[in-house]
Nanobody, 124 residues
């Protein structure tokens, strides 16, 4: 199983970015996928997640109304649309897959497969 994240970069405050994460092989079946944020000197934190079949979403309070998670079942890809970016959003962003069917999907420990991380830098 491989998760390939992309889409990071350097932007100005108020700008937007879209992160992508493709899971392979296509036969890989997940319960949920999530995006995690790890700012410098801080622990990795789940900021958004989506249940793969139902589309039910979870957002951490700091990104509600600004970030949107979505999925494409045909390509096993999860996206994170990030709008109104702030300097405090500067972090390495990781995608991860949860195969704990029927369990929770809003805890870091629910996720067992990880992508390589993509850096987002937001300057003021």
């Amino acid at each position: 199983v491989q998760l390939q994240a992309s889409g990071g970069g350097s932007v100005q405050a108020g700008d937007s970015l879209r992160l992508s994460c493709a899971a392979s092989p296509l036969t890989f079946s997940m319960y949920a996928m999530g995006w995690f944020q790890q700012a410098p000197g801080k622990e990795r934190e789940l900021i958004a997640a989506i249940k793969w079949r139902s589309g039910t979403k979870f957002y951490e309070d700091s990104v509600k109304g600004r970030f949107t998670i979505s999925r494409d079942g045909a390509t096993n890809t999860v996206y994170l649309q990030m709008n109104a970016l702030k300097p405090e959003d500067t972090a390495v962003y990781y995608c991860a897959a949860n195969i704990n069917f029927g369990g929770t999907y809003y805890n870091t420990g629910d996720y067992s497969y990880w992508g390589q991380g993509t850096l987002v830098t937001v300057s003021s």
